[in-house]
């Protein structure tokens, strides 16, 4: 591609990324959340309307207040598979805590797991579930359980299971998690039974309750978070996805009812869902409770059951805590690979994070695999880029004739664009002959920008030697460095079509320019860019060079 064409479609991809920065931060300055009289601290669950109304099942704005001051900190459970630490609150039995071991934090910090739940200060962002009754007296995630240890360990097993237990007002409740080797999926049961004399009604609920993520102070292109979708998600058969922001909840809160669906809290590379059985239908609502950091809930509650006295029954789901990992999700549930977030390019991005994915099946590398897909798509667009460079080395070499015409009529733009038209047409020179290969590649660019920022694959992907992170900017700047060598040369092999001396100086700086801006793109891409670029002035050298060969 040439300098101009370059050019071109760099300060396209710039303005998209201005525009986007400029559109997030009009959306947090008009979704600001106002302090509220009366407002509930990270750490705290009680004195929360946070229990749906059993008398409405799709969990509407009535709700009651919970009264029970629980000692949160003291009443915890540990739980490691080989996947997933876990804390558990006995007073209710939510899962209040969550890191995943296989994916550090930061790729300097390969002993420090990314932490996906937790009920801190710095982040709040817990899964509960429970029972409501129109009777009341079933036991909400506020309730408390006991269990009889508060260890577990997978160790060498296959599967692990942990029980908590209530009895109270004429109810026997177990709740039981079962954890499987290598899995991020987590089952859920409440096992209930009616041990008093009358009729119950129950139904089960649960649910995700967290606060906003805390807002970045300053830009920056390699900063994915920014962009990342964060909200609530619920999927229908029907519908398909249906996605909410977390700052448009209070203004546009969710309210369906259907089977075979799934909720979800979705953010960058991560996320948690709740997947009840496919053939119940389940009543799924969001909401917001209002305080100095407001509370977003996205809560699913199902079908009411009778239960005679003495009759048991079983509420099950299945939580999903973990990365989008896109070859895994499908097998879970039907569209849980929609978690996974490409914007407006999706159609674009996902066929190429299939193609990354096959190659990296075959070298093992992240890196190599997009060297791979470059040298795929210039194989793929071969004729057509070699079109575009024979009519650029046509250029070349009329140019001692473009520079004469111009001599010629330089008092004259009519009779110099004439003479110009007449010399393209009869030396077969296209002078647009590079918008087609442009066109074509600023979908895949921007395809792959978002490939690197969503796919939690290529996160902390390691290339070679300096490229530890394929997901951040190159920090010995190696890649753009040589990305502008090419871009020089490329210059040189290039024809001027008599542009003035400014313009000619402008071009001239562009190898630098761009090096700068490169600098602060992930090094994934920038080594699309640098391979793209050498393949093309490897490519283009050759047509050049057997044309030279040949009598003008």
Not at 230 to 246: D, Q, S
Request: glycine share 6%.
């Amino acid at each position: 591609m040439n300098t101009r064409t370059l050019l071109v479609f760099s300060f396209l991809f710039v303005s998209y990324l201005l525009w986007q920065a400029w559109m997030d931060d009009q959306n947090r300055a008009h979704h600001q959340p106002q302090p509220a009289q009366t407002a509930a601290t990270p750490g705290q669950l009680a004195d929360v309307a946070d229990v749906p109304d059993a008398r409405q099942a799709t969990g509407s704005a009535d709700l009651p207040a919970t009264t029970m001051d629980n000692d949160h900190s003291a009443r915890l459970i540990e739980v490691q598979t080989d996947v997933l630490n876990l804390k558990l609150d006995l007073n209710g039995g939510s899962i209040v805590y969550a890191d995943l071991p296989a994916f550090p934090v930061a790729a300097d910090q390969p002993d420090v797991p990314f932490v996906l739940l937790d009920h801190s200060d710095q982040l709040f962002y817990v899964s509960q579930n429970g029972l409501i009754s129109p009777e009341g007296g079933a036991p909400t995630h506020k309730t408390p359980f006991q269990t009889e240890q508060d260890n577990y360990r997978l160790g060498d097993a296959d599967a692990l299971t942990v029980e908590l237990h209530w009895q109270g007002d004429g109810l026997a409740v177990t709740k039981r998690y079962r954890f499987e080797r290598g899995s991020y999926v987590i089952h859920s049961e409440q096992v209930v039974r009616n041990t008093g004399d009358q009729p119950r009604t129950l139904s089960a609920y649960q649910q995700f309750q967290r606060t906003a993520p805390k807002p970045h102070d300053t830009f920056s292109y390699s900063d994915t978070s920014r962009y990342s979708f964060v909200g609530a998600g619920i999927y229908n058969p029907e519908e398909h996805f249906v996605k909410l922001p977390l700052d448009e909840m209070a203004d546009e809160p969710l309210k369906a009812s259907f089977a075979q669906g799934w909720g979800a809290m979705l953010q960058l590379h991560f996320f948690t869902a709740w997947i009840p059985p496919a053939e119940e239908v389940w009543h799924y609502s969001t909401r917001v409770i209002p305080g100095t950091e407001p509370r977003y809930l996205l809560t699913e509650v199902s079908e009411p059951r009778q239960l005679a006295p003495g009759e048991e029954t079983v509420f099950q789901s299945r939580l999903f805590a973990g990365p989008k990992l896109q070859n895994v999700l499908p097998e879970v549930a039907d569209g849980l690979e929609l978690v996974v977030d490409y914007g407006m390019f999706t159609i674009f991005a996902k066929p190429l994070f299939h193609v990354l994915d096959f190659f990296h099946s075959l070298v093992g590398n992240w890196g190599w695999a997009i060297v791979l897909l470059t040298l795929s798509l210039k194989l793929a667009f071969f004729k057509l880029s070699e079109a575009q460079y024979r009519s650029m080395a046509r250029m070349r070499q009329m140019q001692p004739r473009i520079e004469a015409i111009k001599q010629r009529y330089a008092e004259d733009r009519q009779r110099l664009n004439e003479a110009m038209m007449k010399l393209y047409k009869e030396e077969k020179i296209n002078p647009l002959g590079g918008c087609l290969p442009m066109l074509v590649q600023i979908p895949v660019f921007i395809a792959l920008y978002w490939v690197l920022l969503e796919s939690v694959e290529l996160r902390q992907a390691h290339f070679i030697l300096w490229l530890q992170d394929l997901s951040s900017p190159d920090p010995y700047y190696v890649l753009p460095a040589l990305n502008g060598l090419f871009m020089y040369l490329t210059q040189r092999l290039s024809p001027t079509m008599g542009t003035d001396p400014m313009q000619q100086k402008v071009m001239q700086a562009m190898p630098l320019v761009f090096s700068v801006m490169f600098a602060f793109f992930q090094s994934g891409l920038v080594l699309y860019w640098t391979v793209n670029s050498g393949l093309s002035l490897l490519q283009q050298w050759v047509i050049t060079r057997r044309l030279e060969q040949k009598p003008a």
